[in-house]
């Protein structure tokens, strides 16, 4: 017993635990007031310490930043977490905006107005392969970023030159992509609603062509591309829910058995998982998708059907 009662005290000495291990420890465990805001409308929601500051959702407040400050908006109100779960010491909001905040945020954005059209007319001099979407000045103007697009990689280091000495400020030249442009510039869509991208979605997801095959829509590029000429966002919306329901139902093409009659999907309505039924005698029916018995019929003969389908379809 006592052997091991000296194993235990040489793995396991208090000794070993230091004083600045404990206090890591409890800065760790330590429960902090976080706020979350957004530095741009649309950007993406950092948390910040509270810091003392009373705010709501929809304050503006001043934060800081890796090099000085900038104006935010408040857009998750203040709850407590644990320290331990971040990985970098969280930044402090320093205090609620003030007139001459607000009056100072203006001024920067007609600096950088009259900021695009000197670069613009920069651009044209130097004939650059760009296009300039917008420019913004940081909250204490020590910095003008220049958003742009280019079909590839452009050389504007004479031009950050031109820039710095005419604005006698620091340059930052920033390629984003034309979801990101549409984004900036905001804008309409089809429906008739404020872009969605500039109105509310933070990240952009990836959407895909079978996105629109799946909801039945007709494959035209103007009906289902944004003014971005991308596919529209909104297609992720329901797209879950497409496909669980497309799961349930039989492929087009394919052979079924409907009241002992043999025939082919040749369409769905979707949403209200109806399919429509061609047979043999020329007839097509509705059908609900519980009225159907699917068949095991073979791959290549569907494949060649929808192919023509699609091809009397287009025609």
Avoid: W
């Amino acid at each position: 017993m006592k052997a091991n009662e000296n194993i235990q005290e040489k793995i396991l000495p208090n000794n070993l635990i230091s004083e600045e291990f404990q206090k890591e420890q409890a800065e760790d465990e330590e429960m902090v007031k976080i706020i979350g805001v957004q530095l741009d409308q649309t950007g993406k929601l950092y948390d910040y310490l509270q810091n003392g500051v009373e705010l709501k959702y929809g304050n503006y407040c001043i934060v800081e930043m890796d090099k000085g400050v900038e104006i935010a908006k408040v857009y998750k109100s203040v709850s407590l977490t644990n320290k331990k779960q971040y990985r970098k010491p969280l930044k402090r909001i320093l205090r609620k905006v003030t007139l001459e905040d607000l009056e100072q945020n203006k001024r920067n954005e007609e600096k950088g107005h009259k900021a695009l059209l000197v670069c613009q007319k920069r651009i044209s001099e130097r004939v650059l392969p760009m296009k300039l979407v917008k420019v913004k000045y940081s909250f204490d103007g020590s910095k003008a970023v220049f958003y742009f697009t280019a079909e590839g990689r452009v050389d504007f280091r004479d031009l950050v030159k031109d820039l710095a000495s005419r604005f006698k400020t620091r340059i930052e030249m920033r390629q984003i992509g034309v979801r990101d442009e549409a984004r900036l510039l905001k804008g309409y869509g089809c429906c008739g609603r404020q872009l969605c991208c500039s109105l509310f979605l933070r990240d952009f997801e990836p959407v895909s062509i079978r996105m629109a095959k799946d909801q039945c829509l007709t494959l035209n590029p103007g009906k289902i591309s944004g003014i971005c000429g991308r596919l529209m966002c909104c297609l992720v919306y329901e797209a879950e829910h497409y496909e669980e329901i497309r799961r349930r139902l039989p492929k087009l093409g394919e052979k079924v058995m409907v009241n002992n009659e043999e025939g082919r999907v040749i369409s769905f309505d979707v949403l209200k998982e109806l399919i429509i039924v061609d047979f043999s005698d020329g007839r097509v029916l509705k059908f609900k998708g519980t009225e159907v018995q699917r068949m095991k019929g073979d791959n290549n003969n569907n494949k060649k059907f929808v192919k023509n389908l699609r091809y009397k379809k287009n025609s």
